[in-house]
């Protein structure tokens, strides 16, 4: 099984701030990688795939890079709705598996 | 507008079984992949089964922990898909959640959850 890795597991942040969070694959897994975002109580929602594409009605603050084994989401400016926490998934091979997640709070 | 409803879940014994449903509507819906996901209390997402279309023959994936005790399958006359947990543990606790998914793309569409309690 593909295990990922994400860092920090918790992060504290102000409005404004730039945030990264990083997800490490422990094997190869070209760019198939996607980021969701949970609210507490709520469905998680799809904010990029293909590592790098923003889902249709995603605001532009939220950005994805990377390929292989190692990649980021950046929010460029930290907007209130953004506490949330976020989980990177990978859809290389099964079993598809999930990172264990990055909350993220006001500081 | 694409809306996914779960519906089924509750409080079972262990050893029980349950059958999740999920109807589908705002797309069509035998032209997509199917999955369910679920999540602990207080703990992380993890996948648990795929249908994939008819173009695919609808077959089938399952996550190690559940296979052989949980079937996936789907009713496109229906717009419905379904999860049968059979031989359910503690650990299967979880709200449990359909989703819609592209290949390549992921979960696109998310259902609100139906949770599901394994306890005696």
């Known amino acids: 099984d593909i295990q990922l890795t994400q860092s920090p597991s918790f992060l504290s942040a102000s409005v404004g701030d730039r945030v990264t969070i990083t997800c490490r694959a422990s094997?190869?897994?070209?760019?198939?990688l996607a980021w969701c975002q949970q609210k507490p109580g709520k469905a998680p929602k799809l904010l990029i795939y293909a590592a790098s594409t923003l889902q249709s009605g995603v605001p532009s603050r939220f950005s994805g890079s990377g390929s292989g084994t190692e990649f980021t989401l950046t929010i460029s400016s930290l907007q209130p709705e953004d506490f949330a926490t976020y989980y990177c998934?990978?859809?290389?091979?099964?079993?598809?598996?999930f990172g264990g997640g990055t909350k993220v709070e006001i500081k | 507008e694409v809306q996914l409803v779960e519906s089924g879940g509750g409080l079972v014994q262990p050893g029980g079984s349950l059958r999740l449903s999920c109807a589908a509507s705002?797309?069509?819906?035998?032209?997509?992949?199917m999955d369910w996901i679920r999540q602990a209390p207080g703990k992380g997402l993890e996948w648990v089964a795929r249908s994939r279309n008819k173009a695919n023959s609808y077959s089938t994936e399952y996550a190690a922990s559940v296979k052989g005790r949980f079937t996936i399958s789907r009713d496109d006359s229906k717009n419905s898909l379904y999860l049968q947990m059979n031989s359910l543990k503690t650990e299967d606790t979880a709200v449990y959640y359909c989703?819609?998914?592209?290949?390549?793309?992921?979960?696109?569409?998310w259902g609100q959850g139906t949770l599901v309690t394994v306890s005696s």
């Open positions: 998934q990978q859809l290389n091979s099964y079993p598809l598996t």
């Open positions: 705002g797309f069509t819906f035998n032209d997509h992949y």
């Open positions: 989703a819609r998914s592209i290949p390549g793309r992921s979960f696109d569409h």
């Open positions: 094997q190869g897994i070209s760019s198939s």
